[in-house]
């Protein structure tokens, strides 16, 4: 079974660009979550979608957006972006049941340098 | 606002010997504390999990202490091995749904 697809795996932008990110969950999974990894911040939650609808949303401002679609794959936009945006950006799927002690699967992320 | 607090930033273990990271969190209404293990240029993968009704839980060399009234938590790894080397990071979560809080991470290398 594949795991978590994220691409592309590096990304250069330059600031007030915007950038869009793509995710494939494991087949069979439906919902698809998006966190943001820095050394400074460390890893935080972006937001999670479940069945096409955001489930749930971190402390993020309006540029950062995300939606999924009829087929569980997800996509994240990063609008004008900042220097502040250069990150590792992880997708995480998991079934969606909702449940507290539901695994969640990371990809292996996609490299975003603002320059 | 950091809710859930790791320590220690890096450790370096010998071979053989036991690696412990500590997590410290302030939101009673978690209910969830995995640990996730993560090697260079690969997303987290899932090690351990525990929840607070139970105080410790293991896993072939991974072990879980949880202690709800202090509000803390810290894994294990017995027999630690060169393999073990990757970053470590405790996270906690509410309600089912997977907006994890991490904690900052801990650098473990394992030496011969």
């Known amino acids: 079974k594949a795991g978590v697809t994220q691409t592309p795996r590096y990304l250069i932008k330059t600031r007030g660009q915007q950038v869009t990110l793509s995710c494939s969950p494991i087949?069979?999974?439906?919902?698809v979550s998006w966190y943001q990894q820095t050394p400074g911040q460390g890893l935080q939650f972006l937001f999670e979608?479940?069945?096409?609808?955001?489930?749930n949303k971190g402390n993020f401002p309006g540029r950062f957006s995300g939606r999924q679609f009829s087929n569980s794959r997800s996509e994240m936009n990063v609008s004008t972006l900042e220097l502040g945006d250069s990150a590792l950006y992880l997708c995480a799927s998991s079934l969606g049941a909702g449940t507290t002690n539901e695994k969640l699967f990371f990809g292996s992320g996609t490299q975003l340098s603002v320059l | 606002q950091q809710q859930v607090k790791q320590s220690p930033q890096s450790l370096i273990v010998q071979k053989g010997g036991i690696s412990i990271i500590n997590c410290a969190y302030e939101n009673t209404a978690f209910d969830y504390f995995p640990w996730y293990q993560q090697f260079p240029g690969k997303g987290p993968a899932l090690l351990i999990a525990i929840r607070p009704d139970v105080s410790e839980k293991k896993e072939g060399r991974f072990t879980i202490s949880f202690n709800k009234s202090a509000k803390q938590f810290s894994l294990h790894i017995m027999d630690s091995q060169p393999g073990d080397s990757a970053t470590y990071f405790c996270a906690a979560t509410q309600g089912g749904g997977n907006k994890l809080t991490f904690g900052t991470g801990t650098q473990l290398k394992v030496e011969l």
């Open positions: 979608y479940f069945s096409e609808t955001q489930r």
């Open positions: 087949s069979g999974h439906r919902s």
